[in-house]
């Protein structure tokens, strides 16, 4: 997805699922950030608003498949990466875009940054961000850019856009086989005769 298709997020928010979102964040040609929150699941209930050593402390660590992306934007270019996180996270909290749906940027939320074709993601931690080597595992990008371009989702196995699964013949159910075979095996007997039907 091209960076023009993202300078209006609520017409990217309604339109896509957040794997598609995340991914128009992936593909953005320039520079770009995007905003992602913990979702309302059971799952995060004691990940949300947690500093990163107290989630450390539950022996856990900050999970892409826990997160929705709720934000994305061009990316303005900067000198100083901490003090542009600092005023993003000022934006998010004083000064928020009209199209933000997300809550007021906090603790245990994630700011990704593209910049370079670079991803970095950064933990918004009790004071300062921390940055999260290793929060988008390479098969999840794989995945991703694969499901994005997979004209087959029966093909989902590491090669992309390798072209419709054969076509295979339908096969009887094992059940079928059994019983055909079952009739197949039967030995022959020949059928009972009755007295009775003979001397009439």
């Given at each position: ?6 300078e ?7 339109n ?5 979102k ?12 995007a ?8 799952e995060?209930?004691?990940e949300?608003?947690e ?32 003090a ?6 000022t ?16 603790v ?60 295979t013949?339908?096969?009887?159910s ?27």
């Open positions: 997805m091209s960076q023009d298709k993202i209006r997020w609520n017409e990217v928010d309604g896509l699922d957040n794997s598609e995340m991914q128009a964040f992936l593909d953005s040609t320039t520079d770009a950030y905003i992602l929150q913990l979702r309302h699941i059971d995060t209930v004691y949300r608003f500093s990163y050593d107290s989630l450390k402390r539950q022996g856990k660590e900050p999970d892409i498949d826990h997160y929705d992306v709720v934000y994305m934007a061009p990316l303005s270019s900067y000198t100083d990466q901490t542009m996180l600092e005023g993003l996270y934006k998010f909290n004083v000064d928020q875009p009209e199209d933000f749906r997300g809550h007021s940027l906090s245990s939320d994630i700011v990704a940054l593209k910049t370079d074709d670079v991803v970095s993601f950064h933990y918004v931690d009790s004071i300062g961000f921390r940055e999260l080597q290793g929060f988008m595992k390479p098969e999840n990008y794989l995945k991703n850019a694969e499901m994005a371009v997979e004209d087959d989702y029966g093909m989902l196995d590491g090669i992309v856009n390798n072209g419709k699964a054969p076509v013949e339908e096969r009887s094992v059940l079928a086989q059994l019983k055909e075979r079952s009739a197949l095996d039967a030995p022959y007997k020949p059928a009972k005769s009755h007295p009775e039907r003979e001397m009439e």
